[in-house]
């Protein structure tokens, strides 16, 4: 599937409101738009853990898979998925749309599995931090997570949209874990109570 953007500002959106993937219009601040907002979020600081040094290049080619696999989420969560009064036309109803699938979110279990084996047993939460790779991969975990919440928000969403962005961020911890290299930063409860 190839896509073509010929011009970049439109100026349609400039009274508040979007089109969706079905053409139909909703406010900026529509749980589906929020929803793809924090994914395109998650995939730009992905962007930037890409560029941090000391990431394993085993980490960095499934980071670059999740990069376009991020925006097949966008893509799932910009197309609700049942047909809408503003949609243009029926051919726009009809036409097959790109949906997040299983085996997806099967690949991200597998990767989690994989690495997994090789971290030891956790003793305590882990505190966000350690390598600089460690840390970015945390912030990722994190916005990942507020994606997920706001996927769950999104009234007709396709539900392996919810299950793979709840399996990201795991595999995203499960990496930053390893990115410490056994020296990850743990919670001591009530370290600093007197």
């Not at 738009?33 to 085993?58: F, H, K, R, S, W």
């Not at 939460?125 to 600089?132: H, K």
Request: charged share 25%; aromatic share 6%; glycine share 8%.
């Amino acid at each position: 599937m190839t896509v073509n953007l010929t011009r970049i500002y439109t100026k349609l959106g400039d009274s508040g409101e979007t089109h969706l993937g079905d053409m139909s219009r909703v406010p900026k601040t529509h749980p589906r738009i929020e929803a793809y907002g924090d994914v395109d979020e998650l995939n730009a600081q992905i962007g930037v853990t890409l560029t941090v040094e000391g990431m394993p290049e085993q980490y960095t080619n499934w980071l670059r898979r999740v990069q376009n696999d991020l925006f097949d989420v966008g893509a799932d969560l910009a197309v609700p998925t049942t047909g809408s009064a503003g949609s243009a036309g029926g051919a726009e109803r009809t036409r097959e749309r790109l949906r997040v699938s299983a085996d997806q979110v099967t690949w991200l279990e597998g990767a989690c599995d994989e690495v997994n084996a090789t971290l030891e047993p956790l003793r305590s939460f882990v505190l966000p931090g350690g390598t600089a790779a460690a840390a970015q991969l945390h912030v990722c975990r994190t916005v990942c997570r507020r994606a997920e919440r706001r996927a769950l928000l999104v009234e007709d969403a396709n539900p392996e949209v919810v299950r793979y962005l709840n399996r990201l961020s795991d595999l995203l911890f499960i990496l930053s874990r390893g990115a410490n290299e056994g020296a990850e930063p743990l919670w001591e409860p009530g370290k600093s109570q007197s």
